[in-house]
């Protein structure tokens, strides 16, 4: 799978079935919402949170033992689109935290959210199985989700 981008390493990881986009996200979140920027940016932002948070609690509950799997799952939803290593321009934003969380405790793998305190920037949020933690960050000012990673809970069996 080495040369792939993140779609086609997910598509290969995990099998064609699993997601089956019919509209970009945010072209349904623009019929939602008449068009208001802000709007639309909150909405495909649930939307892609809501289908994000389904798909992890199908793979968490699968539990593989490869990072791959989940890093893939990541790189299809939260993947950096161009920008550089150092300021990637990251592909959700204008996500509203108070409208995620309902929908990030449906999910059965909710270890963790932190909401910032007034000195902090980021709200973390962390899902885990008995292997693997997933987890990422919502800027507070911008709303624009950040530091989606994988990492063992504890050492390879």
Known sequence: MEGLGPQRR??????????????????VAEKRTGG????????AC??????FVQDLDGLMA??????????????WYFAPRGGSSTAPNWSI???????????????KFLYETGSPLPHYQYSRFEFRNKLVKVYFAIESSTGTIVGAGAWWVQPYP
């Open 10 to 27: 997910y598509l290969c990881a995990l099998g064609a079935g699993l997601i089956a986009l019919s509209a970009p996200v945010s072209s």
């Open 36 to 43: 208001d920027t802000d709007a639309v940016a909150a909405a």
């Open 46 to 51: 649930t939307e892609t949170v809501e289908r």
């Open 62 to 75: 699968e539990n593989p033992r490869s990072l791959d799997r989940y890093r893939a799952l990541l790189g």
């Open 93 to 107: 934003t204008g996500c509203d935290t108070d409208q995620l969380i309902p929908i990030m405790k449906r999910s």
